[in-house]
């Protein structure tokens, strides 16, 4: 039943439109005049004014039988270079002409989702009421599913479609922090007075070299992602900033390594200490960290999985469940108390020029969610 020429050109037209977090305008346009032609009821929100996006996050309601209303959702933005994105299939693989990423992350899953109301439409196909939402700006902290207004939706539980494998349904999800930290030395003469000074660019080395990073264990990571200091080679560094994250599928991990991070740099501040002329001195820091998203982790015996395994089967697909090492808008659902799961469209090596996607996944995908809704 699915139209697979019709997917595929329409992912192909979507992949056109370039779409990078916070200048989804054209593309949610597009977007909300194809539910327009569907007939259904379409809400374009104000929340990329509040966020710094040209676009809205879309909301279509669609009307079905008497069993609990769904959530589909996929992201409408991209991560850069996401603009005069040119696509070609060869060999049944769709990739970029390389100078750009493709965008399959996340326009298959929006063209997944836009097949998926047409066949139902087509067929006269019975399923559940339908909330679809169509989000901006998830590669840039889910901006758009953080504010987007929950008292539009009926959904009882979801499946964003944003992740890579179609045969893996992510069912859970870490919780994350952002880390900023502000390291105040004292600036002085690099030449002349070197003593009279503290390298705010050491205090940030020395930290950083006592600080557990990467995979910390199979639940927690850590990163230092940004660095930036100093003035001038003649001058001992006055100021440096860092940026870092963790994330734990442990809420008690999380803390653990967000303090850990944060003791090293106190540390290294510490071990800066110098006495001039009977005068002590030392650096100091200023550390914030905030939370990106809390963790999910739905059960494998849950409604919202189950009914996705079901549904492999009878198109002759295993689905198994996997374990998500990122957030995605999901994390939000999830919050919000709207179970939600992540479904695999079989984008690959997203976020690179390198991205692809076989047609066969995207097609695939496509008759899952098919058979998801029909269920
Ligand atoms: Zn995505």
Redesign the pocket.
């Known amino acids: 039943m699915i139209q697979e020429k019709r997917l595929i050109n329409e992912f192909l037209d979507f992949v056109r439109i370039g779409s990078p977090s916070g200048k989804e305008g054209k593309f949610s346009e597009v977007v909300a005049e194809k539910l327009n032609a569907l007939g259904v009821k379409v809400i374009l929100d104000k929340v990329g004014s509040l966020i710094g996006s040209d676009g809205s996050n879309i909301i279509a309601k669609i009307e079905g039988n008497n069993l609990p209303p769904l959530l589909l959702n996929a ?1 409408l933005d991209t991560v850069t270079p996401g603009e005069n994105i040119n696509p070609n299939i060869s060999e049944g693989v769709i990739k970029s002409d390389g100078t750009t990423i493709l965008g399959s ?2 326009k298959a899953g929006v063209a997944i989702i836009f097949e998926v109301l047409r066949v139902l439409k087509e067929n006269h196909l019975s399923h559940p009421p339908i909330d679809v939402v169509f989000t901006l700006s ?2 840039i902290g889910l901006l758009g599913a953080k504010n987007l207004d929950y008292s539009l939706l009926d959904a009882k539980y979801g499946y964003s479609l ?1 992740s890579e494998k179609v045969d893996v349904i992510t069912t859970s999800a870490p919780s994350h922090n952002k880390i900023f930290v502000k390291i105040y030395g004292i600036e002085s003469h690099a030449g002349a007075k070197p003593e009279k000074g503290i390298s705010a660019i050491e205090v940030a080395g020395r930290a950083i070299s006592k600080m557990k990073l990467g995979r910390i264990d199979e639940e927690t990571t850590a990163n230092i992602g940004k660095i930036k200091g100093g003035s001038a080679t003649n001058i001992v560094a006055g100021y440096a900033e860092l940026e870092g994250e963790a994330r734990s599928h442990s809420e008690q991990k999380l803390e653990q390594q967000t303090q850990h991070i944060i003791q090293c740099l106190k540390d290294a501040v510490q071990e800066s200490k110098k006495i001039v002329n009977g005068e002590p001195l030392l650096a100091r820091i200023e550390e914030k960290t905030t939370r990106e998203y809390t963790k999910f982790n739905i059960p494998s015996s849950a409604p919202v999985v189950q009914k996705a395994i079901n549904a492999g089967k009878k198109i002759g697909l295993e689905i198994r469940t996997g374990k998500g090492g990122g957030g ?1 808008d999901a994390n939000i659902f999830n919050e919000k108390g709207i179970p939600t799961a992540v479904l695999g469209i079989g984008m690959q090596n ?1 976020h690179t020029k390198q991205e692809s996607i076989k047609v066969q996944d995207l097609i695939l995908g496509a008759k899952l969610l098919l058979e998801i809704c029909k269920s």
């Open positions: 992201h992350d996340d998830e590669e944003d995605s997203v």
